[in-house]
């Protein structure tokens, strides 16, 4: 059997452990140190903009709970989130005992509708609930319709958040995805753009809100000799091992972006002659994405085939791919929650694919995938 062909899997640069080493020859290991520092410092230098302040912590879906904490939402509230997306965007609703409202994508960038947005936001406020907060996610890298949506919020006056967990390095108009809301979100996963072994980061615009976050993220202890409390906190920091590993990531990013956007136009070359298939890519000039998986979407009426036959015929040469995320108001575990479109995520779910999609794909790999497709369309 030939080695496995993975979707997304870690690239490392090689200078991590230097980082790693660092911390515990000095023996700050723990959630304190020079580490995390410039992590933060780098990754603020990478989003380019001066107000960003960045707290890293210990996952996305962590810094996405205390995006909703520093928001106030609660008990019974409602949150506005993509239904197309992967569940951590939609899980912390849940963890503040408050309500997800899904909102269908839009065939451009297969994000977050804004008229099915709009539509829900008005049907909410007649019934007499305001959402407190939209969470918008770029979906495998590609910002969604930003300003378009910061219009309807800002319009209702209702907070954004960003689920750029996917999209570090990605720009909308040359602005960084994860700068454009009232908080962003980064993530670190083992499968993302970059990787700290796990780990995640919350963006915010203001020294306030990241003195919160790192106060909340450290079970907010008050200042006092003695361990004080008057908020509930949570054990959510990055600690300065882990931060180490991001620091060797950051010094490789820009590569890993341009390696990803070129096995994008790899797959664009090799679907340009097979009718019925569409590779996702960006609608226009306004868009910049690091395309963190490439994906594509199958016509069965014209191509004769299924993303079912093309994952198998994958899966038989030890290649991985995997069906478009499902979208969430499809979840058992939020089959009662409200939703708002016209069944856009459903159409992607069907018939789109992510194919292999790593930075490190070998020129080998490629010829695997390569031979693989052409069989299943010729
Ligand atoms: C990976 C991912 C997350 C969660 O990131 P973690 O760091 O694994 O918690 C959240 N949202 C989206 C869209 C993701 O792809």
Redesign the pocket.
Known sequence: MSNKIWLSPPHLSGTEIEFVQDAFDKNWVTSLGENINEFEKGLQEFLKDDEVKVCVLN????A?HLALILLGVSLNDEVMTSTF??V??ANPIAYCGATPVFIDSEKETWNMCPVALKEAIEDRVSNGKKPKAIIV?H?YGMPAQMEEILEIANAYDIPVIE?A??ALGSKYKGKACGTFGRFG?L???G??IITTS???ALVCHTQEDKDKAVFLSTQARDQAPHYQHSHIGYNYRMSNIVAGIGRGQMEVLNDRVKARRKIHDFYVEIFRDIEGVEVFSEPSEDYFSNHWLSAIIINPEITGKTREDLRLAFLEDNIESRPLWKPMHLQPVFADAPYYGTHVAEDLFDNGLCLPSGSNLSDEDRSRIQSVIRNVFS
């Not at 996952?59 to 962590?62: G, N």
Request: net charge negative; glycine share 14%; aromatic share 8%.
């Open positions: 996952s996305a879906t962590s996405i997306s992967f951590a965007s996610v979906l689920d967990a996917e979100i993530s670190f996963n499968n993302k796990g780990g995640g």
